[in-house]
């Protein structure tokens, strides 16, 4: 770690010279790269290379979540099931004077024998 001055301008012209030197290798690289067609394997050993992802065997099969129940309905077949954001439907009507009991969907409760 450079603790003067003139250590700390040694050091940022020295990154500044690897910096320039970058700019004008990395285009050649990339031209001979394209020119010959080459992999990174044809540059690298294996131990150099990045690792590679695990690729999946077997695609993944989408997450289903239980269908939730509408709790509210309007009669032009809007539904809310009550949980998020009230929707705008639901929130016009509330504005208008309506409650929301108004559009509460009958709850089909079974009984169960015991």
């Known amino acids: 770690m450079p603790k003067t001055l003139s250590q700390m301008k040694k050091r940022l012209e020295e ?21 010959y067609d080459l992999i990174p394997g044809d ?13 999946q065997k077997h695609p993944k099969t989408p997450i289903t979540r239980p269908q939730v129940q509408a709790v509210y309905q309007d009669g032009n077949g809007n539904t809310w099931a009550g949980r998020g954001r009230r929707p705008t439907w639901l929130n016009e009507a509330l504005e208008r004077g309506h409650t929301l009991e108004n559009f509460k969907v009958p709850s089909k409760r079974v009984s169960r024998a015991k």
């Open 15 to 35: 990154a500044m010279s690897q910096a320039n030197d970058a700019e004008e290798i990395i285009p050649l690289l990339k031209k001979v790269i394209a020119q």
């Open 43 to 55: 540059l690298f050993d294996q131990s150099h290379q990045a690792p590679k992802l695990a690729t």
